[in-house]
Nanobody, 121 residues
Framework: QVQLVESGGGLVQPGGSLRLSCAASGSIFSINTMGWYRQAPGKQRELVAAITSGGSTNYADSVKGRFTISRDNAKSTVSLQMNSLKPEDTAVYYC???????????????WGQGTQVTVSS
């Protein structure tokens, strides 16, 4: 069974920095994508950043230049370095892990429990 555990959320002032980490455990297919999503009050959950096992990244336009996603394949972890934080970054951030197996044509999708990030003065 796959489990994702997030850490690093908290309260930070505008312009500050925060680093989120997510550790995955269990039977994980080596070719996969890990990423961070967020959901603010009254808003739909949105992709913040994602990174494949090969190192390709994708960022939401709103965080480009401020956030950096990285991963350690050996440790099965993904991190999100968040700099120059803005109040609009306030949300619950969720770690995601997904992959598709060609054999059996089955998709796998796992989520962490979420961690609160609050940007406020």
């Amino acid at each position: 069974q796959v489990q994702l555990v997030e850490s690093g959320g908290g309260l930070v002032q505008p312009g500050g920095s925060l680093r989120l980490s997510c550790a995955a455990s269990g039977s994980i297919f080596s070719i996969n994508t890990m990423g961070w999503y967020r959901q603010a009050p009254g808003k739909q959950r949105e992709l913040v950043a994602a990174i494949t096992s090969g190192g390709s990244t994708n960022y939401a336009d709103s965080v480009k230049g401020r956030f950096t996603i990285s991963r350690d394949n050996a440790k099965s972890t993904v991190s999100l370095q968040m700099n120059s934080l803005k109040p609009e970054d306030t949300a619950v951030y969720y770690c995601n892990l997904n992959w598709v197996r060609l054999l059996g044509r089955r998709a796998y999708d796992y989520w962490g429990q979420g961690t609160q990030v609050t940007v406020s003065s």
